[in-house]
């Protein structure tokens, strides 16, 4: 299967979205976790505004396995993950996921 421009980016997507979370995620706190979801105005509407594309891109995903015929094994990993890691990893990683099935369909 070939590799493409998008599949790179894709990836490369997943491995900052894993890194520039979790240094986030590894640093000391000074309240919980999810206290600190809420902690201000500013916080508050980008946590909304982040649970609402998560429930978007969760759906999205869904159906996307379903048409695409794809794993639905991996897209449970991939819920998993999105909530143990970071939607930041998991939504890029699917991307790449899916674009090689597109591929893998096309020949």
Known sequence: MKVTGLQILYGVLAIVGIC?????????MEMSYFAGLYANPAASSFTNDLIVVVTAFLIWSF???RRLKMSYVLWAVGFVLTFVIA????VPLFMLLRERRLIAMAE
């Not at 520039?20 to 000391?28: D, K, S």
């Open 20 to 28: 520039v979370t979790w240094y986030y995620n590894l640093q000391p």
């Open 63 to 65: 159906v996307e396995t």
């Open 87 to 90: 939607a930041a990893m998991t």
